[in-house]
């Protein structure tokens, strides 16, 4: 589909004089939509063109404004256009007067394809040249013309010499470096990048725009290139991966300057005078040349722990809300309701409940996200509900956004080949669509019946272990949360924990946490009883250890394991698997997936529990000191 199969010459008027205001304009413009005949109830369209206006101003800048709206006002998606030579004021994000026009109506229902029109239409009009031909066109007929050429790459600028060759710029590596994104990706991305190329390009300047568009990102830029640059500008309105452009100078600023700024903006970044940018331990986000040259077994632990890391805020909210519901219920009113049978109860349950019921959608869905970008996100969350409702539970969702994330990027293979102008589209059509009808497909028919099968083996069998095999399984998971305190292992234990405590297990999740808060405690005691084995400085940081302990913050103990491992980990290990061993001996069950001390009320057997965690600490607290030897001050 071409940009004037949308735009009926009737829908077109040139040379209008000024609109008294930003509301005359767009009804005017709404006025010419209907002659077009793509409307069934102007006011209608007109309302939600305006409730559009109040989110954000759709007048661009640099003379171009492009409002917009999905209404049931709309019968066919369409456009209008409208120049304005002497301009009028519509609010522009630069504050300049905007002359050219561009309405665009979608039904609602319809596949966002009034965004796909936006985003093709927002490169092609940030040629000067080109908007000026479309504000100087004195027919219809010449504009949807210059349209035409100007989308099938025919257009040339009036009184440009068509001889003369093309400067190429002398550098032997790309000057300037670019990252664009907005929050929907569709025309300010774009836009900006278009823009810093153009300007660039005028100065006789490489330059490379890496583009974060509803589609994902594209144009992604290397390391290599990052390394040579002279400058690099990220004009973004929402995150994009910056630990790559850590120790470099980066100018970052909003998308919008992008647009209406860019030459400031090169000269910012060639000046050298720029800030230089800092990765945080938080900044995790990786370029795709960096997962290119991971191994596959770190990439798909990255895109678990991203699963894992969106999943845990409603897991851990949720499940100390469920606890409480336990704990402030009376299970003699009725057995079979406990946990909602006093309204307090009722409450901290259907709260709690709504929280922990998005654990296997979100996991799902960002895994999927993760290795398919935003594409990805839908299709995996459709796969975690799947689970759910299949009885496949955890293992079931995990699986379900491997398979999302793996579809969605075949998917983008297969319609790699159709026309740059349906990019718009593939995201929010082409992607969910045959994603989640294959996500639909492989979880029922594939996922479902073997996983739902080994899921409830997986549960009765822990349910009907003898004690001594529970003990064992208790040692393993506790052990497991010392040995790298965080890492893989420690997240392996969790998440094990989480997936049974989501299917009514809750023995695993007690030796998990006890596991998990037996090394800062230790590392508390030892410090605290054993000082002539620290350091003045580590004895000060051991106090901050039995907070963390308490808090199961299991990272606190980290920086003395990482100082000595030979010694510390081997006794957090020993510690740690002897409380998660204790837990399952003296029947402790866990409902809260976190909160350390703090949700004990909650917890089966909870003296038992505390003594648990107490001999883990003091074994591990004995053993280290056993193995360290006094320091001469």
Aim: proline share 5%.
């Amino acid at each position: 589909m071409h940009i004037n199969d949308l735009l009926n010459p009737k829908s077109i008027a040139l040379g209008v004089s000024a609109p008294a205001s930003k509301e005359a304009a767009i009804r005017l413009l709404a006025d010419y939509m209907e002659k077009g005949g793509n409307l069934s109830d102007k006011e209608q369209y007109v309302k939600d063109v305006l409730i559009r206006e109040e989110s954000g101003t759709t007048g661009l800048g640099d003379g171009i404004a492009t409002p917009h709206a999905k209404s049931d006002g709309v019968k066919a998606a369409g456009l209008a256009a409208m120049t304005i030579p002497d301009g009028m004021d519509f609010a522009a994000m630069d504050g300049n007067p905007s002359r050219l026009f561009f309405m665009i109506a979608a039904p609602n229902g319809a596949n966002d394809e009034h965004l796909a029109i936006l985003s093709k239409l927002a490169t092609m009009i940030m040629d000067p040249d080109f908007k000026e031909a479309l504000i100087a066109a004195k027919s219809v007929e010449e504009f949807r013309r210059l349209i035409d050429d100007k989308e099938n790459d025919r257009f040339v600028a009036p009184g440009a010499d068509t001889t003369a060759e093309e400067t190429k710029p002398a550098a032997d590596h790309i000057q300037i470096l670019a990252v664009t994104a907005c929050p929907t990706g569709i025309a300010h991305t774009f836009m900006a990048a278009e823009s810093i190329e153009q300007h660039a390009k005028k100065r006789g300047l490489t330059v490379k725009v890496e583009t974060n568009g509803s589609a994902g990102v594209k144009n992604v830029l290397t390391p290599e290139e990052i390394a040579a640059a002279d400058g690099i500008i990220v004009a973004a309105d929402k995150n994009v991966a910056m630990s790559r452009f850590d120790g470099r100078r980066v100018v970052i600023t909003k998308v919008a300057d992008g647009i209406n700024k860019a030459d400031e903006l090169i000269d910012r970044a060639l000046s050298g005078s720029a800030p230089i940018y800092h990765a945080t331990g938080a900044d995790t986000a990786e370029g795709a040349d960096d997962a290119e040259n991971e191994s596959l077994a770190r990439q798909i632990y990255k895109h678990l722990m991203n699963g894992v890391s969106h999943m845990l805020p409603f897991v851990v909210g949720g499940g100390i809300l469920i606890a409480l519901a336990f704990l402030f219920d009376d299970y003699t009113i009725d057995p079979s309701k406990f946990g909602s049978n006093t309204p307090l109860a009722k409450f901290f349950m259907q709260v709690g409940g709504a929280s922990f019921g998005f654990m296997l959608p979100v996991l799902a869905g960002f895994i999927g996200m993760s290795i398919a970008d935003r594409p990805g996100l839908a299709v995996g969350f459709v796969g975690g509900s799947l689970a759910g409702a299949t009885g496949t539970g955890f293992l079931g969702a995990l699986l379900a956004g491997f398979v999302g994330g793996y579809a969605v990027n075949a998917l983008k293979k297969v319609f790699a080949g159709l026309p740059a102008s349906l990019d718009g589209i593939k995201p929010i059509l082409l992607y969910p669509f045959f994603g989640i009808l294959i996500m639909g497909l492989i979880s029922l028919y594939i996922i479902a019946p073997p996983v739902s099968a080994i899921n409830n083996w997986m549960i009765e069998t822990l349910g009907g272990m003898d004690p001594s095999a529970r003990v064992l399984m208790g040692l393993i998971v506790g052990g497991m949360m010392a040995v790298d305190m965080g890492g893989p292992i420690n997240k392996a234990a969790y998440v094990t924990g989480t997936g049974l405590l989501a299917s009514g297990e809750y023995h695993v999740m007690a030796a998990v946490m006890a596991g998990g808060m037996v090394p800062p405690l230790a590392i508390a005691l030892a410090t605290t009883f054993f000082k002539n084995r620290f350091t003045e400085s580590q004895r000060k940081a051991g106090i901050t250890n039995y907070v963390m302990g308490l808090s199961f913050i299991t990272e606190g103990a980290i920086p003395f394991a990482a100082s000595d491992p030979v010694r510390v980990i081997p006794s957090m290990v020993v510690g740690s698997a002897l409380a998660g061993a204790l837990t399952m001996f003296f029947d402790c069950t866990l409902r809260a997936p976190h909160g350390g001390i703090f949700v004990v009320p909650t917890i089966g057997n909870p003296l038992m529990y505390l003594v648990s965690i107490l001999i883990g600490a003091v074994v591990g607290a004995v053993i280290l000191s056993l193995l360290k030897k006094p320091i001469k001050e």
